[in-house]
């Protein structure tokens, strides 16, 4: 994500920090300070933020260790002020392990609240809960509290919430994964508008969760739609044959005359019969302002990319897509260039599918 910090790797996963949260502790500590607390009363303000922030953390690791269980990577933990982002490298495809990798991170806060519930007890420090207030009362109470929060919060069943996911498992051990993922999506929204409709006669931070909730909803029955009617296609029924190279030598005048002349974006360069880079057009145009047209093309290509191969399934090759963030994607046959996918391409090629099975009704 953009505006990161890296802090550090835990168990092989990348943490990171998103650079709004610094607005959130300059924002807690300002007005702590302007309630006129004292300098002690704002530190443990800023105190509580990164004691949330640590339990955010925990709650994301408690997915990713779970993933990592069954095999899946994940590529980086985000930090943001609204929770936290866990990237997985994708979903499980098996029902109950999607399950237990939702349900583990609330989990974590479920343990770091009953443990904060134990030791207050055991040190007969509990308040009543009158007493307490979001900003202000005993920070090891307070820290509990919002950890139930957390659980509540993230068990609300609705698409991008963890509770979404719980829902879409439990359905999809009955039902095909599209259909769970659809009714899964349709509560969600449903919540989401109940959220909407509240918030806009109490609270506009309700409003806003339930903007956010009701686009994941969408996104996540959208792309699982994608992936079912790309399910069974080999990646070569739907790759472009008709495209343009580069040779690693030609330069970046060559390139522009390649891209006005056409449509393509985004060209292979080729050494012989095998693919060397890819020239992708944000590359083509920083190093145009930079370097000039004459700067040959291997200087500026990316050498780390993703091919696929002719018969891969596309579904597969989608998903990777996504993760890598690839718009081109270069199509080999034993080591020998045959095509490419684009995104567009994956697009259009939906969009005639989906014209064809309406024909056929
Ligand atoms: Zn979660």
Redesign the pocket.
């Known amino acids: 994500m953009k505006w990161s910090w890296k802090l550090g790797e835990i168990a092989g996963i990348g943490i990171y920090i998103h650079a709004t949260f610094l607005l959130v502790i300059g924002w807690v500590g300002l007005t702590h300070w302007r309630e006129g607390q004292s300098l002690e009363a704002t530190l443990v303000g800023i105190g509580f933020v990164l004691a949330l922030f640590g339990c955010v953390l925990l ?2 690791l ?2 990713s260790l779970t993933a990592k269980k069954y095999g899946i990577k994940t590529r980086d933990i985000t930090l943001l002020p609204i929770g ?1 982002v ?1 990237r997985l490298e994708r979903m499980p495809d098996d029902p109950k392990q999607e399950l237990w990798v ?1 349900l583990m ?2 989990a974590v806060n479920v343990v770091i609240a009953a443990v904060l519930f134990i030791s207050l007890f055991l040190t007969n420090s509990l308040v009543p809960l009158e007493s307490m207030e979001m900003t202000s009362g005993p920070f090891w109470e307070r820290l509990m509290m919002v950890n139930l929060f957390l659980v509540a919060f ?1 068990m609300i069943p609705a698409f991008p ?2 509770g979404g996911r719980v829902l879409r498992a439990l359905l999809a051990t009955r039902l095909a994964y599209t259909k769970a993922t659809h009714i899964a999506a349709t509560i969600g929204q449903g919540i989401a508008f109940i959220f909407g409709f509240i918030g806009l006669f109490t609270n506009p931070f309700l409003v806003f969760i339930a903007l956010f909730v009701w686009i994941g909803a969408a996104q996540e029955s959208s792309m699982v739609q994608i992936q079912s009617s790309l399910d069974g296609i080999p990646v070569n029924q739907a790759m472009i044959t008709n495209f343009r190279t580069l040779l690693p030598l030609s330069t970046l005048a060559d390139a522009v005359e390649l891209t006005l002349s056409g449509s393509q974006q985004d060209f292979p360069v080729v050494e012989g019969e095998r693919v060397v880079g890819v020239l992708v057009q944000g590359d083509l145009l920083v190093a145009l302002a930079q370097q000039g047209k004459d700067t040959p093309v291997s200087g500026v290509m990316q050498t780390d990319f993703e091919t696929a191969e002719a018969f891969e399934m596309l579904q597969t090759l989608f998903v990777r897509m996504q993760s890598c963030n690839c718009r081109t994607v270069p199509v080999t046959r034993f080591g020998r260039l045959v095509g490419l996918i684009t995104m567009e391409n994956i697009g259009e090629f939906l969009r005639i599918e989906a014209a064809l099975s309406q024909k056929k009704l």
């Open positions: 709650h994301e408690g997915h936290g866990a939702a991170g609330p993230n919430m963890d």
